[in-house]
């Protein structure tokens, strides 16, 4: 069990609706990381926060957004889905905004139909 | 651009017999490289960080080393529980501090 907790475990939604997936980071971890994992692509970088400000950003679609909220958890919102989005969701924490060893959550696997 | 790779895609092995997974990479200035450990449905289990050519490190069966190109995942006399998908990630040591994952080798240990 890494500490890293997410909400929910599966979500089945249809296309055109908005989701929002919840992560708690390890207690004193700071940063939050999102990847998205998806058969074809692998595990790819979406978005970064520390201690509630937006410190880096991947590959993520202008579709999806995210924040962390003064208790460090973070949301990330998903709207408009299509068929390709769905795929595993993880979030990862770290101590600081530079600590190398991220650890990460089970995951919410989000199926579109 | 940052990139991993990894090798081979797929192997199985009788349990016992030792081997080796590769990753090569390339990036601007590496801060440090990744391996990870992942279970089906589940999240990436850290393994081990390196963070300079020369650098190994060791945990029960696995073995990990880097050089300037590429690092070796060693997995000595394995066991089935070792089956998992191992993943490489590389982090630069400038800009923003993302994993850049390879695809993973899928490893079954037969008994």
């Known amino acids: 069990d890494s500490g890293v907790t997410q909400t929910p475990k599966h979500l089945i939604t249809a296309t055109g609706q908005r989701v929002t997936l919840r992560c708690s980071p390890r207690?004193?971890?700071?940063?939050v990381y999102w990847y998205q994992q998806s058969l074809d692509q692998g595990l790819q970088f979406l978005i970064q926060?520390?201690?509630?400000?937006?410190?880096a950003k991947g590959n993520i679609l202008e579709r999806f957004s995210a924040q962390q909220f003064p208790d460090l958890h973070s949301e990330l919102n998903l709207s408009s889905l299509e068929l390709g989005d769905s795929a595993l969701y993880f979030c990862?924490?770290?101590?600081?905004?530079?600590?190398?060893?991220?650890?990460f959550g089970p995951g919410t696997r989000l199926t579109v139909t | 651009e940052d990139q991993v790779t990894q090798s081979p895609e797929a192997l199985r092995l009788q349990e016992g017999e030792s081997s080796s997974l590769n990753c090569s990479y390339t990036v601007s200035g590496l801060r440090g490289l990744f391996w990870y450990r992942q279970d089906p449905g589940k999240g990436p289990e850290f393994l081990f960080t390196l963070y300079s050519a020369g650098e190994e490190k060791e945990k029960e069966r696995l073995k990990a080393t880097l050089t300037k190109k590429e690092s070796f995942l060693h997995i000595t006399a394995p066991k089935p529980e070792d089956s998992a998908t191992y993943l490489c990630a590389v982090q630069a040591r400038k800009g923003a501090q993302k994993l850049v994952f390879g695809q993973g080798t899928r490893l079954t240990i037969n008994p």
């Open positions: 990862a924490s770290s101590r600081g905004p530079s600590e190398n060893e991220q650890y």
């Open positions: 926060y520390y201690n509630g400000e937006e410190r």
């Open positions: 207690s004193g971890d700071l940063s």
